[in-house]
């Protein structure tokens, strides 16, 4: 005679299995951010540097990834996410279109400065600012400020580009001398404010606004 199992007994053992694979992918792709954040970025990373900084067998990451490059897309969709949330998070209120765009460019250079490893993987490999759905959010946060004016801009796209650019630039920096520090993180976002159209004046009181409210002096 078969004994079945009280069906909220099954949801838990799904859920637990569930669970354990979401934190074996986490650590994978942990592992894959330590592996292509040095020199050479993800060109010069291997499967075995992947499960080596991960402590698991290469069964474990096939079981998640059919390739290094598919952990790589996996991370960079991961960090983007990350990103989205939590400014969605620590600013969930915010109308003004250019405190917005302050808010994030110093939630993302101050990203760089405190985290070697993650400016290391994105100054190296630029996958971070050139993902899609982060290029998305430029595009509706750019596109809000324009509607709203703003912004005053030409094309979105090149818009986007230009943001991308300042951003990329910011973080290389940051890594290569992670002492610029406050100053630079809130230069470079008055620079970022003035490329998008925002008047010299307008851009330093609003880029300082957003140093306040995160926390940093201006």
Known sequence: MVTKLPPDSTDFRVRVAAEKRQRMRQRLLAATLDACSGPGGPAAAVIDDIVGAAGVSRGAFYRHFASLDEAVTALVDSLVEEIVAAAQTTFPDIADAALGCALGTQLLLRRAA????????????????????????????????????????????????????????????????????AAYILDLSVILLQALGVPPDTA?????????RIGDPA
Do not use: K, M, Y
Request: proline residues 4%; without cysteine; glycine residues 12%.
């Open 114 to 181: 405190d985290d070697r490893e993650w400016a290391g993987f994105v100054a190296r490999t630029g996958l971070l600012l050139d993902a899609a759905p982060l290029r998305a959010v430029l595009e509706r946060t750019i596109g809000h400020g324009a509607s709203h004016g703003a912004f005053a801009i030409g094309p979105i796209e090149l818009a986007v580009d230009a943001v991308a650019g300042i951003l990329l630039a910011g973080i290389r920096r940051l890594h290569g001398n992670p002492a610029a520090g």
């Open 204 to 212: 330093r009181r609003t880029a300082e606004t957003a140093a306040q």
